[in-house]
């Protein structure tokens, strides 16, 4: 391990280098836009891609070779999404990952395409091509690898833990992007997840699937995914030790820290929205069943009136009871208690007095906790939101211009 | 017909007087919040209601009163929505029809009851009842009845049309109070019509229905609703003529009256959308199907990003495909083609050049229109949206306090 920094994120696991270089794509943009992680040997591959039928270029060539379930590299660009491109937006995503194909010598099948930014603008191509000539990969450019796939982010994010797996140290480390208020319908969320454990792919798929229902998708709301949504982890087993299925004692492990990981960078991806103040955890209990939960917890998480509330640090709790009635989950009003941090708001249907300056007090802190208990089941479940402020508005008033 | 106005709205029909005063359910308001709108004899009703699974108090009750298909009087407060507020509220909403029943010599069941304003609080019912003993009603306060609903809103929202049915002059005419950004989940809708036609009770429900559907529920997404939305109509027959039913001579000239009423409330509404500078016409045409068309204009009319882009006078037409891709409709981007006004921006998936200066000038006048032909079948719809201000987070932020 040596020489890998854990802070690096997609390069803190051994074999795995990135590159990044600025080759223009945004008129006027001066940080790197183009960049690259790679494998030392081919790795086993899972990847999770946006639901929506327009999806970009990239998803629709990255599904059909992550479905090969092996890739070595990744290479991503941020500033322009390829997304409603058409025929000539699927011939870009091929000549990119073809031109990163030759530059490192692997066959095209083996890298994966990612691109975020405007949509309906077509490829530059000769600036990445360019660009691509330029990549000089190495283990200490992680957090490159985060800032070059930044669009409105202001802040790399990145996180990668160590395990005892199997008899050996595995690393897990990973680089996201968000920015955009990340629900509704916000801007594009890119995941990627580098790991040198042994993973066989099935099970690497099956963990990456149930750990972004519980992250990813929790701050971005089924359906209402952008163009370019892609969350992908690559397993190069440069650590060795057993491998890692289903049933296999390292199972577990593995999955809790894939879960952490992504737990990590959601929670930054939501942090990190546009003009939020503060993350926004909605903690639902005594749901009907787990499903409801869940849409109930993202339905509140989403509010674009608890948002706003949050943001006026206004302890307004009838909004959070409007967005669970919606929702679509059971809702029984009167079976309802809300706690926003330790300060109960409702009882079983009923407004109880609270201290308002210490409610208010709460909802400037960086995290502000709703705790809403059904009483109607065991379904249980936890989502994030941010604040909503003028500068979302700000920021997405003037992002093409 | 004669004296009455047909500017006042509810009661432009004959038979109808309304009333209103400021009774101070909201602290430090000096606008009236408490009407009544009643007719002279007993009316035919016919009412829709939010399908939040946490509704109101007068949601409740109203809407078991209008399954009689009778009614002769609608009684209103601002301010306070009576939503969350369990049995207590429940009891609240029948003492407030009680003493409106009392006061007009008129039984309980013949009172309806709606309420909008904050949520969870209970409603001071002294003032309440203080405020209904002072309704004196004439059949000039139509533009009271729609002051008095209004919360956010900046303005009445009241009109009436009159018609020659079935050998006479019948009115149809209403008042509706929106505010909020209306979608995904924003401040209640209410709206109220009246009309002096003869209307057998079912067709009344199915014409309002139908009108409902192309108008309301195309400015607000379905299950995103407010704890308190109801649309209701109240028939009492008082300009004569043959009775109006399906197959009847005048159904089609009344249901397409009641339609107008509807239409012109729904986009007034909209237009004054919290912070609104523009009222955004979305287009559907060539949807696999008509729901196909309904749920992707009302995806387009509800993206933030969209909505956002139209405040920045921002010609981003990805956003609008992104917005119609999440929207779980069918869409095949290569068969797309969208128009900005008479701007062609995508023919077919392929981005057009288009004279951008002309198209920001387009984005900033009072009627935005997107048209989005998806090429793939016979399914249209028409959804109403506004543009996204910094004014809608500073109002939502500041609401309550």
């Given at each position: 391990?040596?020489?890998?920094?854990?802070?690096?994120?997609?390069?803190?696991?051994?074999?795995?280098?990135?590159?990044?270089?600025?080759?223009?794509?945004?008129?006027?943009?001066?940080?790197?836009?183009?960049?690259?992680?790679?494998?030392?040997?081919?790795?086993?591959?899972?990847?999770?891609?946006?639901?929506?039928?327009?999806?970009?270029?990239?998803?629709?060539?990255?599904?059909?070779?992550?479905?090969?379930?092996?890739?070595?590299?990744?290479?991503?660009?941020?500033?322009?999404?390829?997304?409603?491109?058409?025929?000539?937006?699927?011939?870009?995503?091929?000549?990119?990952?073809?031109?990163?194909?030759?530059?490192?010598?692997?066959?095209?099948?083996?890298?994966?395409?990612?691109s975020t930014g405007v949509i309906g603008?077509?490829?530059?191509?000769?600036?990445?091509?360019?660009?691509?000539?330029?990549?000089?990969?190495?283990?200490?450019?992680?957090?490159?690898?985060?800032?070059?796939?930044?669009?409105?982010?202001?802040?790399?994010?990145?996180?990668?833990?160590?395990?005892?797996?199997?008899?050996?140290?595995?690393?897990?480390?990973?680089?996201?992007?968000?920015?955009?208020?990340?629900?509704?319908?916000?801007?594009?969320?890119?995941?990627?997840?580098?790991?040198?454990?042994?993973?066989?792919p099935q099970f690497l798929h099956s963990?990456?699937?149930?750990?972004?229902?519980?992250?990813?998708?929790?701050?971005?709301?089924?359906?209402?995914?952008?163009?370019?949504?892609?969350?992908?982890?690559?397993?190069?087993?440069?650590?060795?030790?057993?491998?890692?299925?289903?049933?296999?004692?390292?199972?577990?492990?593995?999955?809790?820290?894939?879960?952490?990981?992504?737990?990590?960078?959601?929670?930054?991806?939501?942090?990190?929205?546009?003009?939020?103040?503060?993350?926004?955890?909605?903690?639902?209990?005594?749901?009907?069943?787990?499903?409801?939960?869940?849409?109930?917890?993202?339905?509140?998480?989403?509010?674009?009136?608890?948002?706003?509330?949050?943001?006026?640090?206004?302890?307004?709790?009838?909004?959070?009871?409007?967005?669970?009635?919606?929702?679509?989950?059971?809702?029984?009003?009167?079976?309802?208690?809300?706690?926003?941090?330790?300060?109960?708001?409702?009882?079983?249907?009923?407004?109880?007095?609270?201290?308002?300056?210490?409610?208010?007090?709460?909802?400037?802190?960086?995290?502000?906790?709703?705790?809403?208990?059904?009483?109607?089941?065991?379904?249980?479940?936890?989502?994030?939101?941010?604040?909503?402020?003028?500068?979302?508005?700000?920021?997405?008033?003037?992002?093409?211009?």
């Amino acid at each position: 391990m040596g020489e890998h920094g854990i802070e690096q994120g997609v390069t803190a696991a051994q074999g795995f280098a990135a590159a990044a270089v600025q080759c223009g794509i945004k008129e006027g943009s001066t940080k790197p836009d183009l960049t690259v992680v790679l494998s030392d040997r081919p790795a086993n591959v899972a990847a999770v891609f946006t639901q929506n039928r327009a999806a970009a270029a990239p998803v629709i060539l990255s599904r059909e070779r992550a479905n090969n379930g092996r890739a070595t590299a990744v290479v991503a660009n941020s500033g322009n999404a390829n997304a409603c491109t058409g025929p000539q937006g699927l011939q870009d995503a091929r000549d990119m990952s073809a031109a990163v194909a030759q530059r490192f010598g692997l066959s095209d099948d083996d890298v994966l395409v990612l691109s975020t930014g405007v949509i309906g603008v077509p490829l530059p191509m000769p600036k990445i091509l360019h660009g691509i000539d330029r990549l000089e990969p190495s283990a200490d450019a992680g957090l490159d690898f985060a800032h070059a796939i930044m669009t409105t982010d202001t802040r790399q994010k990145v996180y990668a833990v160590e395990r005892e797996i199997g008899g050996v140290n595995v690393r897990i480390g990973g680089a996201a992007k968000g920015s955009g208020m990340i629900h509704p319908n916000m801007a594009t969320l890119l995941g990627v997840i580098t790991t040198d454990a042994q993973v066989e792919p099935q099970f690497l798929h099956s963990s990456l699937k149930s750990a972004v229902d519980l992250t990813f998708n929790m701050i971005s709301i089924d359906g209402d995914t952008s163009t370019n949504d892609a969350v992908l982890v690559l397993a190069n087993g440069a650590a060795g030790g057993t491998l890692i299925g289903e049933g296999t004692a390292g199972a577990e492990l593995f999955s809790r820290a894939l879960l952490d990981v992504c737990t990590t960078l959601a929670k930054e991806i939501v942090r990190d929205g546009e003009g939020a103040h503060c993350l926004i955890e909605i903690r639902v209990t005594g749901a009907h069943s787990g499903s409801d939960a869940r849409q109930i917890a993202r339905s509140i998480s989403a509010s674009a009136l608890v948002k706003t509330a949050v943001f006026g640090a206004d302890p307004n709790w009838g909004r959070v009871l409007c967005a669970a009635g919606y929702s679509g989950g059971e809702l029984d009003p009167d079976r309802a208690t809300l706690h926003l941090d330790d300060i109960c708001l409702l009882r079983l249907g009923t407004g109880m007095p609270y201290d308002r300056s210490r409610a208010t007090e709460l909802l400037r802190q960086p995290l502000v906790t709703f705790s809403l208990d059904l009483g109607l089941g065991d379904g249980a479940a936890v989502a994030w939101g941010c604040d909503m402020s003028y500068d979302y508005v700000r920021i997405n008033a003037e992002y093409t211009t």
